[in-house]
């Protein structure tokens, strides 16, 4: 994924949003959503912002200056928090040995 088009259509794919169901919930229109995702046109800065809490992304994600994605678990307890930790460690040094 390239450009912030790409990254709004994976997105919303994702989530499982139609482009009027993303329109409704920023308060725009359907072709608004659809311009941006044909690199017709760009989302406004708070559109931007809407879209990283809407997705849970942040915004250097969504303008394609960073693949780093983020998972909030603020809302998990300490153990829980661990054992997320642990299984991401483990994925890395599991893609680490297959390079």
Request: hydrophobic share 35%; with cysteine.
């Amino acid at each position: 994924m390239d450009s912030i088009s790409d990254r709004i259509r994976y997105l919303r794919d994702k989530a499982g949003y139609t482009q009027t169901y993303l329109a409704k919930r920023l308060g725009i229109s359907r072709s608004a959503v659809n311009s941006w995702e044909m690199s017709l046109s760009s989302p406004s800065v708070s559109n931007i912002i809407e879209m990283t809490s809407l997705f849970n992304v942040s915004a250097d994600y969504l303008l394609s200056t960073s693949d780093r994605l983020t998972v909030d678990i603020t809302e998990l307890d300490s153990e829980e928090r661990e054992v997320v930790i642990r299984l991401v460690n483990c994925l890395k040094a599991n893609h680490a040995e297959k390079r």
